[in-house]
């Protein structure tokens, strides 16, 4: 078979051309990058119980103050350095999500505080919110249907 | 003018292309092709609030600049063609409102430059004196409106290219002393199914496989007739891609072609992944490094081709395929 | 250094890795799939909080600490845990507010930083 015979076998050619991502390098970066962010989280969080916090409260302030790094490094123009060499290792931890948002506020600074910084704050974290939040409340209606009816689901 | 086969036009009279001139931003200037661009910038946004006005800056002061360079009178270009990537073209018509020459906007993604130098050849060829063309991209406006803002934390994949900042035009005369554009092939629509808006190397490549093809069969030309064989911004997959396609044609093109997307920027130093694209990469490359070669005559025959990915942020969130368009001149001495 | 010797350094290890390992999982689906990034934070989003609502992400929680719950996973399951704490409190209703008050902290953190971070700050060019 010829590349260009038919458009499933140029994929494939395509596929065999293309070169993959370095994945054991980048797996590498992820893992001790992520795994740094999480102990930075979890030194505060302990630092917040030993002042006598609650658990819930010392969970929020860990988020914010994560939060808060990642914004400034994003107005820094920093996390997309850290971003680029870390990939998921800063993408999936809360820090990916703040700077999700705080890189569409920037970029569409141009198009005013309203409609640009307002209105494209979520184009990248948006769906995040939208499915994170529908999934909770079906957990928590489903939750409710087993409770109501005596099945204990947690 | 007259036809030649199905899509290739043969100039009787060939336009001259008097004049070039480029533009390039700071990864550009730190490029291989550095000392052949007429002006480098410092920064991406030239002293601009936004990323578009620079690049309607950067279009409109290569414009100017290849003008004055040409010591033709303003008043004397009857006809600007130009384009660019943003939706509705708007770094081009923005950036030439004020340069009072008819203003043909044209969209050919990626190959833009080449077919305003088609258009223009037959305008010159059918009843003008001059007309200039130009096409410009910006790294920074072209992330921001085709992927991601430039602060988000992500990677690129190995396939990706990185568009050009920079601009490069044209002006063509009835008269002079040459490079001659002698011979244009308009392509025609290619879409191999390819739908990964990160490989447009590939998405182009069979394109640019029937643009040749049809090239040389109009022609009756072959490869080597040819000092260089140029395309556009098919990057360092694409380029593989385009060997090897031919090769199965029964073209050996691999002693003389190259890729202006490989051109432009150092694999290695500058990590740019599958090599530069954008409507500024053939452009630039062109009216910087081609043209000189041709002023200083160590290039006699070339055959330039642009490639484009007629494609959008809409139509890939769809779920589209990418369409690719290529478009040959052929320019001599 | 008096402070060092009540590190828990068992604790900072078993976080240090788990989180480690969720972010290999996303690197793996990066490089993998042509995912973008939006789709791998909601799908992490979304399994965190599937997970929460079985329960099972609890145990890993209580395993890991911030291992668990700094990762957007952690997120998802902080909603879920949000919700079925609101619906065991106010029924119906908070199934819808239970979800948003546990992670309101962290979305309003977000959204007011991004704010500032316009306000005081342009996009520059990557160099690479």
């Known amino acids: 078979m010829k590349p260009l015979d038919s458009k499933k076998e140029y994929q494939n050619y395509v596929d065999k051309k293309s070169p993959n991502s370095p994945i054991l390098k980048n797996c590498f970066n992820a893992f001790w990058v992520g795994g740094l962010i999480c102990t930075i989280g979890q030194i505060i969080l302990n630092i917040c119980k030993s002042r006598?916090?609650?658990?819930?409260?010392?969970?929020?302030?860990?988020?914010?103050?994560?939060?808060?790094?990642?914004?400034?490094?994003?107005?820094?123009?920093?996390?997309?350095?850290?971003?680029?060499?870390?990939?998921?290792?800063?993408?999936?931890?809360?820090?990916?999500?703040?700077?999700?948002?705080?890189?569409?506020?920037?970029e569409y600074k141009s198009e005013g505080y309203v409609m640009g910084v307002g209105g494209k704050m979520f184009t990248v974290a948006g769906p995040v919110l939208v499915f994170g939040i529908s999934t909770s409340i079906i957990v928590g209606i489903i939750y409710l249907i087993f409770n109501t009816q005596s099945i204990t689901l947690v | 003018m007259e036809k030649l086969g199905?899509?290739?036009?043969?100039?009787?009279?060939?336009?001259?292309?008097?004049?070039?001139?480029s533009i390039v931003g700071p990864k550009e200037a730190n490029g291989p092709l550095v000392q052949y661009f007429d002006q480098c910038l410092e920064d991406e946004f030239w002293g601009e609030k936004t990323w578009e006005k620079s690049e309607s800056k950067i279009i409109k002061e290569t414009v100017n600049m290849c003008i004055s360079k040409s010591n033709i009178p303003s008043s004397d270009i009857e006809y600007c063609f130009a384009g660019d990537l943003l939706n509705q073209c708007i770094s081009s018509s923005f950036g030439l409102r004020g340069l009072n020459i008819p203003f043909l906007g044209i969209f050919g993604a990626c190959s833009t430059f080449v077919e305003g130098l088609s258009l223009c050849a037959i305008i010159v060829e059918a009843c003008a004196q001059n007309a200039?063309?130009?096409?410009?991209?910006?790294?920074?406006?072209?992330?921001?409106?085709?992927?991601?803002?430039?602060?988000?934390?992500?990677?690129?994949?190995?396939?990706?290219q990185w568009?050009?900042?920079?601009?490069?035009?044209?002006?063509?005369?009835?008269?002079?002393?040459?490079?001659?554009?002698?011979?244009?092939?308009?392509?025609?629509?290619?879409?191999?199914?390819?739908?990964?808006?990160?490989?447009?190397?590939?998405?182009?490549?069979?394109?640019?496989?029937?643009?040749?093809?049809?090239?040389?069969?109009?022609?009756g030309r072959s490869p080597n007739y040819y000092d260089a064989i140029i395309t556009g911004d098919l990057g360092y997959i694409g380029k593989d891609i385009l060997i090897d396609l031919s090769a199965d044609k029964g073209y050996n093109i691999k002693s003389n072609y190259n890729d202006c997307g490989v051109m432009i920027f150092d694999r290695e130093k500058q990590d740019t992944h599958a090599g530069g694209s954008g409507c500024g990469c053939c452009a630039t490359v062109f009216s910087g490094y081609f043209f000189k070669q041709f002023q200083e005559?160590?290039?006699?025959?070339?055959l330039l081709i642009a490639t484009g990915a007629l494609t959008n942020s809409t139509s890939s969130q769809q779920g589209e395929s990418i369409p690719g368009i290529a478009h040959a001149i052929s320019i001599e001495l | 250094m008096d402070w060092l010797q009540n590190v828990d350094w068992l604790q900072l290890l078993k976080c240090f890795v788990t989180g480690g390992a969720i972010c290999v999982i996303g690197q793996i689906l990066i490089d993998k799939t042509k995912l973008t990034p939006a789709r791998i934070l909601v799908l992490f989003v979304t399994t965190g909080a599937i997970l929460g609502g079985l329960g099972i992400y609890q145990y890993l929680v209580d395993f890991a600490g911030a291992g668990a719950t700094v990762p957007l996973t952690g997120f998802g399951y902080n909603l879920a845990k949000g919700a079925i704490k609101g619906v065991r409190e106010f029924g119906l209703i908070g199934a819808f507010t239970g979800g948003i008050t546990s992670a309101a902290g962290g979305i309003a953190a977000a959204i007011f930083f991004g704010y500032i971070a316009s306000l005081i700050s342009k996009p520059k060019m990557k160099k690479e």
Not at chain 2, 137 to 159: D, I, M, V, W, Y
Not at chain 2, 181 to 202: E, L, Q, R, Y
Not at chain 2, 297 to 302: F, G, H, P, S, T
């Open chain 2, 6 to 21: 199905k899509q290739t036009i043969k100039f009787n009279n060939p336009p001259v292309i008097t004049s070039t001139a």
């Open chain 1, 52 to 106: 006598g916090l609650s658990q819930d409260v010392s969970g929020t302030i860990v988020s914010i103050i994560l939060i808060g790094i990642s914004a400034f490094l994003t107005g820094l123009n920093i996390f997309n350095k850290i971003g680029k060499f870390a990939g998921a290792g800063s993408l999936v931890p809360i820090t990916g999500f703040a700077n999700s948002i705080v890189s569409p506020a920037m």
């Open chain 2, 132 to 160: 200039i063309c130009a096409a410009s991209s910006h790294f920074c406006s072209a992330e921001k409106q085709f992927r991601f803002p430039l602060e988000l934390g992500n990677q690129r994949p190995q396939t990706s």
């Open chain 2, 163 to 219: 568009t050009v900042t920079g601009a490069g035009t044209a002006i063509l005369s009835k008269t002079g002393n040459g490079p001659f554009i002698t011979h244009i092939t308009s392509g025609k629509i290619v879409d191999m199914g390819i739908k990964d808006a990160n490989n447009m190397g590939a998405a182009m490549a069979p394109a640019a496989l029937d643009t040749l093809i049809c090239h040389f069969q109009d022609t």
């Open chain 2, 297 to 302: 005559k160590k290039l006699k025959r070339l």
